[in-house]
């Protein structure tokens, strides 16, 4: 069963970077269609970018364009979520989800996703 681990989350300032990181030890990511969601308190989960597993393709939730990229890391097994001009409206938690091959992944819907890691909390506040 493939068990996802994200890190990397904190505090950090409005303005300021996060690097996150969906790792899948035991199991190779590239075989994955790998999405990002966020949940705030008392929010529906959102998505918020995704990569494909093969030709890089990627899509952003309009909130985070220009400020998100999410890339694949195939020497360390990892997806990233590099976060910058962070927003204090970008507090969450942060989950990596994956699956084969979701259907229409620009509509970010969780149920496309089976696998799912437990969370990293990113909180902006000065």
């Known amino acids: 069963q493939l068990q996802l681990v994200e890190s990397g989350g904190g505090l950090v300032q409005p303005g300021g970077s996060l690097r996150l990181s969906c790792a899948a030890p035991?199991?190779?990511?590239?075989?994955?269609?790998i999405a990002w969601f966020r949940q705030a308190p008392g929010k529906e989960r959102e998505g918020v970018s995704w990569?494909?597993?093969?030709?890089?393709?990627?899509y952003y939730a309009d909130s985070v364009k220009g400020r998100f990229t999410v890339s694949r890391d195939n020497f360390n097994n990892t997806v990233n979520l590099q976060m910058n001009n962070l927003k204090p409206e970008d507090t969450a938690l942060y989950y990596c989800?994956?699956?084969?091959?979701?259907?229409?992944?620009?509509?970010?819907?969780?149920?496309?996703?089976?696998?799912w890691g437990q969370g990293t909390q990113v909180t902006v506040s000065s």
């Open positions: 990569i494909s597993k093969s030709d890089g393709s990627t």
């Open positions: 989800a994956a699956d084969v091959s979701p259907p229409l992944p620009q509509l970010f819907r969780p149920r496309d996703y089976a696998y």
């Open positions: 035991g199991f190779t990511l590239s075989y994955y269609a």
